[in-house]
């Protein structure tokens, strides 16, 4: 039944109209329905004036009571019929809003999904932070008010129609002053749009500021800047009531004009109307049905000049999300489906560096330059820009650019770049010492999504030297993490990183320094036991630590990201300069 919004495909980014008809067909029933009830709602109070003038004209003022009863029956008739299609045309409404807004999470949701880190170098956090709590509200309002606006312009005609064969000249006044009357209202309309969006601009740094506060607040008190930010946040949220301040000049003139406007033009009526009743052109009640029509006129035109604020409010909002949904991925999808389960038992190359990594073996890397490690890192795990294809210059996690690889990292002799991006994240795992914790059970966390038992993540903890962690927490496996992992300390997140990496067990497992954050005792035993733990999986140790190197299988050394040396740790130990001053400095800095 919710297909459409919990599954609702790619939406079109080239203009707002095609996000917003896109977005029409996925719910095109309920806003029919909506529209019909809306239709038949807005109708029905436009005839009401029209029943009550037949009724002093038939019934009060020759004093016919079978006339009177017969008018005051069909009252009666068009209330109930007010009242059931309006609570309809209401549930309709909140059904297309919720439809309408939802749906811009779950393509957004998508999006960061699927594309975070491409969106987050494109665009700041508080951007895409709007977009699910300010741009979700824009959009679905504008499916929200069709149902009224359909209904305001129907009834709008019909009304039009009864004021014309009652009076030509009143009824051009009230059919000719509606659209004059929203032509003047587009005077205020145009520039209040561009104030929307220099205010949609703002609000969204002041909320990427906030959040990147937030985040490192800790290290802020650490060293004593937590007043530059606060400051900074201060000169923020100044702009951002200033803008909102510009909005609310134009917000106000046009509020005003809804109510100004429409009360002229009902007195330009009721003055037509009362000369032509002098005249002897409309009767006693005609007038009264005139200014009830007049009045009722302004309920349309206020309908229609709220769905054109909402549509304005809406193409702010979503130019915002189309370019979010434009971003591209890093990794553009391959035709057909692949595996590496075979390939996993042949050697991992990385033809940028030269490095060839063994099958089943334990292999570090070694530089004088760790960015140069790290973006190792990110190619053979496509991570970054410029990971995903042939021909492009690779990035990796460190941002580090480097020459044109050709056709990419390969294991077994298959491109990975030839394949799903979910086979290579399937068979090739980066865990970098930042690694995050989520919010929900540790349980759920060493798992990362994937089936594995309490004896595999016990395993993976005591590999990681995180057991006494597990046995400090009060609910063991089932006691629940904070958001980012704020209860632990970095060594203990860094080494809760390494356990889910473990827990994982994927076929080729690449570590970006995962002993960084802890003593040397403790790094001395995880690196002993990661040793036997993936003996027989291809594994990759980016590290200068002697005391993980002298558990590897063997080491590569790069110079400027290219390998020009390779062997075990003694061998490049005694027989390498660059190779000695790099590992005795990185010792030292332990």
């Excluded at 302004?298 to 769905?307: A, H, N, Q, S």
């Excluded at 300069?577 to 800095?589: E, K, P, S």
Aim: aromatic fraction near 6%.
């Amino acid at each position: 039944m919710f297909s459409h919004v919990l599954n609702p495909g790619s939406p079109p980014t080239t203009t707002p109209f095609a996000f917003l008809l896109w977005g029409a067909r996925l719910q095109w029933r309920t806003l029919v329905a909506g529209m019909v009830c809306g239709i038949v709602w807005m109708t029905a109070i436009g005839l009401v004036p029209a029943a009550i003038g037949r009724g002093i004209d038939d019934g009060l003022v020759p004093g016919d009571r079978g006339e009177l009863v017969r008018w005051s029956l069909i009252l009666t008739g068009l209330s109930l019929v007010i009242a059931l299609s309006g609570s309809i045309r209401h549930w309709f409404a909140v059904q297309n809003w919720l439809d309408g807004a939802f749906r811009v999470v779950v393509v957004t949701d998508e999006a960061v999904t699927t594309r975070g880190q491409e969106i987050a170098r494109s665009f700041p956090a508080g951007d895409v932070v709007s977009v699910t709590t300010t741009d979700m509200e824009r959009v679905g309002h504008v499916y929200d008010t069709t149902a009224r606006c359909s209904g305001a312009i129907v009834s709008f005609a019909v009304v039009g129609v009864l004021l014309l064969r009652a009076s030509v000249s009143t009824g051009l006044v009230v059919l000719l002053g509606a659209p004059v009357l929203l032509a003047m209202l587009s005077l205020i309309i145009r520039p209040l749009q561009r104030r929307q969006a220099e205010q949609r601009e703002e609000s969204g740094r002041l909320t990427t500021l906030g959040t990147d506060t937030v985040a490192g607040l800790r290290i802020l008190r650490g060293i004593g800047g937590e007043a530059e930010f606060v400051g900074r946040y201060a000169v923020q949220s100044q702009r951002v009531r200033q803008a909102g301040v510009r909005v609310a000049g134009y917000q106000a003139a046009l509020d005003a004009s809804q109510t100004l406007l429409p009360g002229l033009f009902v007195v330009l009526v009721v003055w037509t109307g009362a000369r032509a009743v002098v005249r002897g052109d409309l009767t006693t009640g005609e007038l009264v049905a005139f200014y009830g029509y007049a009045t009722f006129m302004t309920f349309p035109l206020r309908t229609v000049t709220e769905m054109v604020e909402h549509v304005i409010r809406f193409r702010v909002a979503a130019t915002k999300i189309m370019a979010i949904l434009r971003v591209p991925s890093d990794h553009p999808a391959v035709a057909g489906e692949g595996s590496l389960e075979t390939a996993a038992d042949g050697d991992l190359v990385d033809p940028v560096s030269g490095a060839v990594f063994t099958r089943g073996a334990l292999t570090a890397v070694v530089s004088a330059r760790p960015e140069d490690s790290v973006a190792l890192a990110g190619r053979l795990g496509r991570l970054g820009p410029g990971a995903a294809g042939p021909g492009k210059a690779a990035a990796g996690a460190g941002g580090v650019e480097a020459t044109a690889y050709g056709a990419g990292p390969t294991l077994g002799g298959r491109t990975l770049a030839d394949l799903p991006i979910d086979v290579v994240r399937r068979t090739v795992v980066v865990n970098d010492p930042e690694a995050r914790l989520f919010s929900g059970s540790l349980r759920a966390q060493l798992r990362a999504g994937r089936p594995a038992d309490d004896t595999t993540l016990v395993r993976a903890l005591g590999t990681a030297h995180a057991t006494e962690i597990l046995h400090s927490l009060p609910d063991g496996l089932d006691t629940i993490v904070e958001e980012k992992g704020r209860g632990f300390s970095g060594g203990q997140r860094q080494r809760l990183g390494l356990a889910r990496a473990l827990a994982i067990d994927p076929p080729v497992l690449v570590l970006i320094e995962p002993t960084s954050a802890v003593d040397a005792h403790t790094e001395a035993r995880i690196a002993e036991e990661l040793a036997r733990h993936r003996r027989g999986r291809t594994t990759v140790v980016a590290t200068v630590s002697p005391l993980v190197l002298h558990h590897t299988d063997r080491v590569i050394l790069l110079v400027d990201g290219r390998a020009v040396a390779s062997g075990t740790h003694a061998e490049l130990l005694s027989g390498n300069t660059a190779y000695r001053d790099i590992v005795i400095r990185g010792g030292d800095d332990r």
